[in-house]
């Protein structure tokens, strides 16, 4: 089991609890065993939008697989310091040292500046916000218009919406980019990434499209993306030809069905060395037969992230090499 605590503060923002809150209630209701706690140091918790909020007075005992959750706040609505008390950020640091996942929404990244978290490591919050941030942390580097960061188990996001993106990126992480997939679908979730980060996942940047018969080989894709996926395979799974397949896995997509099978594959194995794998245990790890050809796909997304705007075909996003993987 895994708790995904989340500290509720004054004046926070629904949509910054609310968001990642329906994510991992949804993981638990597809049977991934999470349980979600809100603490708070008042039983009841007033919000920015007039609904209030109850919440426990006591912390659960945590584990290094738990994740703490900090959602943001109206900044105005509190002093310099910020409405998180002294022995909250002591908690908040103490479940990192011991290993454990820290994420902030909006403000929240705040509590993580006071909490030590930020100092030498990669971090974002919302754009209105973000000079005020580096401006009261200097030993952090601020990442401007961003969804969200990860940096060692420190994890930013830019606020309201974004919430919900970061919360799929952990799932994803856990469990694999099928279950965050799956998870977005049932949300009815429309894709918005920032294609300048790694972390916009390819699971939900090529989701937005209506058509059932890719998004049935796109969860075939996202289950088995580590195996060799012959098109006939992927055909049958989508009810259609091959050359149907291809043809409408373009159009929805801009990537062919392998194309779509490498992104996935160079996204995991990116995720794995950020985590210290090396890059021929990780290109061996998704299913590539040595390292050759995931050096070749990370040079190439390399340079595709780099190129100047409108410079690649509208709604490809990074495009892999078209080579047979694995």
Do not use: K
């Amino acid at each position: 089991m895994a708790r995904v605590v989340f500290l509720l503060v004054p004046q926070l923002h629904l949509l910054d609890l609310a968001g990642p809150a329906q994510v991992f209630s949804t993981a638990a209701d597809l049977g991934y065993d999470y349980r979600l706690h809100y603490v708070a140091d008042r039983e009841v918790v007033p919000t920015v939008q007039g609904v209030p909020l109850v919440a426990g007075l006591r912390w659960p005992e945590l584990t290094r697989d738990d994740l703490v959750v900090v959602p943001g706040w109206r900044l105005h609505a509190h002093g310099p310091q910020g409405p998180v008390g002294p022995d909250d950020l002591r908690r908040l640091a103490d479940h990192h040292a011991a290993g454990g996942t820290v994420a902030s929404v909006c403000a929240g990244a705040y509590a993580l500046g006071r909490a030590g978290l930020l100092d030498g490591r990669r971090c974002t919050t919302h754009h209105d916000v973000q000079d005020e941030l580096a401006r009261r942390f200097p030993s952090a580097r601020v990442v401007r218009d961003v969804l969200y960061v990860v940096d060692e188990r420190v994890v930013t996001s830019a606020g309201i919406a974004s919430g919900i993106d970061v919360a799929l990126h952990l799932v994803a992480t856990r469990h694999g980019p099928a279950v965050a997939a799956r998870i977005a679908r049932a949300l009815v979730l429309h894709s918005r990434r920032n294609g300048h980060e790694p972390q916009a996942g390819a699971m939900l940047r090529h989701r937005s499209h209506l058509s059932d018969a890719v998004h049935r080989v796109q969860d075939l894709i996202d289950r088995r993306f580590a195996e060799p996926l012959p098109l006939a395979d992927l055909a049958a799974a989508g009810g259609v030809a091959e050359r149907t397949l291809t043809r409408l896995f373009r159009r929805a997509t801009g990537l062919t069905p392998l194309g779509y099978q490498q992104l996935l594959r160079v996204e995991r194995a990116e995720h794995l060395i950020g985590h210290g794998a090396t890059v021929e245990g990780a290109a061996r790890t998704v299913g590539f037969t040595d390292a050759r050809m995931l050096r070749r796909l990370r040079a190439r997304a390399t340079r595709d992230r780099s190129a100047p705007a409108g410079s690649s075909r509208p709604g490809t996003g990074t495009r892999p090499a078209e080579t047979r993987a694995g």
